[in-house]
């Protein structure tokens, strides 16, 4: 499995019903990652140092939105 910092930028599914988000907004003093389906959340990503904020999160799986 692939480190944290190793995650590519985007979402990126890791199998078993968990998918990696990271972006880089420097700039940012927050990030969140708004899904729609399959039901609509709200989930922050955490800083991770350097402009990345990144979250690995359960139960999002390819086709989500």
Known sequence: MLKPTEW????TYLGGGKTAFRVCAPAATAVAVHLISPKEQV????????GY???????????AR
Request: no cysteine.
């Open 8 to 11: 590519p930028i985007g979402a």
């Open 53 to 63: 904020y990144q979250a690995l999160i359960h139960g999002v799986t390819p086709g």
């Open 43 to 50: 989930l922050a990503l955490e800083a991770a140092g350097r």
